[in-house]
Each structure stands twice: as C-alpha cells, then as structure tokens.
C-alpha cells in the first residue's frame, strides 16, 4: 500500500514560497519515487527551478521513507543546511510532511497533492484499494471493495446501467460488482450476492480520528 500523490503546480509552489529565500528539500525513497514525484530526480529538478528563480537552496536529501522514524535520523544528519534553511519544501506525502514537522520548527512547505492510498497494478498504473471508511466488508465481497472500485460506491450489487460487464461511468472499466460476482462464484459463496448491506456510515470514526490500542 503506497500514497499516491501529484506534484503541485509549480506556480502555486512559488506562491507558497514567494517571501521565503534559503529552502531545504526534502524528497522520499518509497511512496513519491515510485510516482516519480519525489525521489531523487524530481528533487534535483525542483533544486534547479528554484534556483533559476533567484532562491538559494541550501540542501536536499531524499529519506528512504520519509513518513517513519528514519526522518528523525536524516534531520540530524542534515542539521547544518537546516539551520541555514528559513523553510523546508517537502516533496513526500502528507503523511511525511507530517512526520518532518514533528522535528523542525520552520516552515514546512508541501509540493504534493496526496490523492489516495492505492496498490501498483502495472508499472505506472496505481489503483485505489481501500477509502480507509472504518466499514470493511471485504470478507463479503471476495477482497474488492466496492467503495473504491464502483464509481457510485454501491454496496448493495451493481447499477442499472452496467452493461456486458463495463462500467456505465467509465466503459472502459470493468464493473465493480461484475468482478465481485465473478469472484465470489469461484469460491461457491454467491449466496452473499443476496445480503443486504445498510447505507455506508462514513462517519464511523469521528475527525480527526484517533485510536488508542
């Protein structure tokens, strides 16, 4: 399971860092490399353009995984060009945007978009698998979930417009609840096709939501 994000406009992250001159990025090893929007390559681009416009960097580094304890490590390895940084222009997900503010008392800026918490089907093609809802009936819908994978996130069996097992919103994609019936038939258990599931409670876990173990 990977954060799937999108680079921010460049306008709005000169915006953003329109009064701040001395920046240090920051990239992540995992989540944003695989999507090419933080790893090594998409920093040492962004250190260029903030360069060509007059701002002085005063160093980068990419964490292997920028959203757990390793950040705490890389920011002190990196202690002397944070101090001379007034700002930090994080290129992780939000989650390690987070996870650098928790060590650092200076602006933090975010150059992702985090859009979804999915799974790599094929290389470059990132799907959504779980809305994270607190809801699960994935042991009823052979493991899809039909919030994530129906664009209507029925879950109640499909619409009235699916047709030869294409989606009516998109059809070039598959039904949602055609690869679930089709699932569930391998494993005989098609008698759950028939259970009626209560309207989703999306607010099953109160924001911001917290959870003590």
């Not at 304890?69 to 002190?76: I, N």
């Not at 699932?183 to 309207?199: A, G, I, V």
Request: hydrophobic fraction near 35%; aromatic fraction near 6%.
């Amino acid at each position: 399971m990977k954060s799937i994000t999108r680079q921010k406009p460049f306008d709005e992250i000169k915006e953003q860092i329109a009064d701040l001159d001395r920046l240090f990025i920051i990239g992540c090893g995992t989540c944003t490399t695989m999507t090419k929007t933080g790893g090594i390559d998409q920093v040492l681009e962004m250190k260029d353009q903030l360069q060509e416009l007059g701002k002085r960097v005063s160093g980068w580094t990419v964490i292997p995984t920028a959203c757990d304890e390793m950040t705490e490590a890389a920011m002190k390895e990196n202690s002397k060009a944070l101090e001379n940084a007034g700002c930090i222009l994080a290129m992780p997900c939000a989650l390690g945007v987070h996870r650098i503010s928790l060590y650092i008392d200076r602006p933090i800026i975010p150059a992702q978009d985090t859009l979804f918490i999915g799974i790599e089907d094929t290389p470059g093609y990132f799907r959504e698998v779980c809305d994270q809802c607190g809801q699960c009936i994935l042991g009823e819908t052979a493991g899809i979930c039909p919030i994530t994978a129906c664009h209507k996130g029925l879950v109640n069996g499909p619409c009235g417009g699916t047709n030869n097992g294409k989606c009516e919103v998109d059809k070039e994609k598959d039904c949602a609840w055609t690869l679930i019936y089709e699932r569930l038939k391998e494993q005989d258990r098609l008698d759950l096709m028939k259970k009626y599931h209560p309207p989703h409670n999306f607010q099953v876990m109160v924001r911001p939501r917290t959870i003590k173990i």
